[in-house]
């Protein structure tokens, strides 16, 4: 199975120096192999509270080197939720890879583990007889302090449903649990890493080291 791990890190800021420099990032140091991930970034102020900043990948399979490469970006320039991330907040920045694992069908909307799985809910909103999922990765229900039912709650908002949350309606969720490895890296890391492997820090166009 594959971990995630801090060469995934670092060719996720590698790619988006290297999108800010308008060049081709460096080839990956990790292998290759065919899993679902996702990329987060988030923000440190001060010594603050990390605040999200983006978050996107892909809950089917895919190349994990492209799969990286595209969400890098995806999740720094274009999750709706944020304002593209600018060069200049790089040095703010840090970045979390996941690799899922483990998908299995749950008997019902309360079967899984706050800390221990990651959910897609898939249910059909009643007001416009839509089809509607959304997911959270592991880690979001335990950093947020929620209990299951309130993680599911939240997740219903997610998806885009406006109405009342009733009973009726989470029992009628399909929910897949999932598991994840996760590997964290700050800026500061990166630079760190950059400078011993390569013997150069990295630079980005427009910003002062």
Request: proline share 7%; net charge neutral; glycine share 6%.
């Amino acid at each position: 199975m594959v971990s995630a791990n801090r060469e995934m890190a670092v060719y996720c800021f590698d790619t988006l120096v290297s999108h800010y420099n308008k060049e081709q990032p460096p080839p990956p140091a990790f292998d290759e192999g065919e899993h679902p991930l996702f990329v987060t970034w988030k923000k440190v102020v001060n010594g603050g509270e990390p605040r999200l900043r983006g978050c996107i990948g892909t809950l089917e399979a895919r190349c994990i080197i492209t799969g990286f490469k595209d969400y890098a970006l995806t999740s720094a320039l274009r999750d709706r939720r944020f304002p593209p991330i600018q060069a200049k907040e790089l040095p703010t920045l840090q970045c979390t890879v996941s690799v899922l694992t483990n998908y299995e069908t749950a008997t019902n909307y309360l079967d899984w583990e706050v800390g221990k799985h990651g959910i897609i809910i898939e249910f059909t909103d009643p007001d416009y007889n839509t089809r509607r999922n959304a997911t959270y990765l592991p880690e979001v229900a335990a950093q947020e302090g929620w209990t299951v039912i309130e993680a599911i709650d939240s997740l219903i908002r997610k998806a885009g449903y406006n109405g009342p949350i009733t009973e009726s309606l989470r029992k009628r969720i399909r929910l897949t649990r999932y598991q994840s490895t996760l590997f964290t890296m700050q800026y500061s890391e990166y630079v760190t890493y950059v400078k011993t492997t390569r013997g150069l820090a990295p630079a980005i166009n427009g910003v002062k080291p």
